[in-house]
Nanobody, 125 residues
Framework: QLQLVESGGGLVQPGGSLRLSCAASGFTLDYYHIGWFRQAPGKEREGVSCISRSGGSTDYADSVKGRFTISRDDAKNTVYLQMNGLKPEDTAIYYC??????????????????WGQGTQVTVSS
């Protein structure tokens, strides 16, 4: 059974850092593009960052550029999202997702086939 499990969320003060992990089981991440998405209460799910299966291509939403970094460790079957300089507006449930389609990763949630259950990130003083 294909499964993605996020971890690493929590409560952090503005300006703080968190590292989210997305671990896969039941399949090998090597062949998949991985995206991180978030959804705040009352808002649509939005793309945060993605990394292509080769790891050679990444993309970021303008709102997180320069603050977030995505990486992958295929040996550990895990993708990470390092989040620095967190702001209250980053508060949301963060999800990772996988797709085998397309040449490069994309930030459109509808293009992804497999999803994790999400992890809560709260940025507040």
């Amino acid at each position: 059974q294909l499964q993605l499990v996020e971890s690493g969320g929590g409560l952090v003060q503005p300006g703080g850092s968190l590292r989210l992990s997305c671990a896969a089981s039941g399949f090998t991440l090597d062949y998949y593009h991985i995206g991180w998405f978030r959804q705040a209460p009352g808002k649509e799910r939005e793309g945060v960052s993605c990394i292509s299966r080769s790891g050679g291509s990444t993309d970021y939403a303008d709102s997180v550029k320069g603050r977030f970094t995505i990486s992958r460790d295929d040996a550990k079957n895990t993708v990470y999202l390092q989040m620095n300089g967190l702001k209250p507006e980053d508060t949301a449930i963060y999800y990772c997702a996988a797709t085998i389609s397309f040449r490069l990763c994309v930030l459109s949630p509808g293009r992804y086939d497999y999803w994790g259950q999400g992890t809560q990130v709260t940025v507040s003083s």
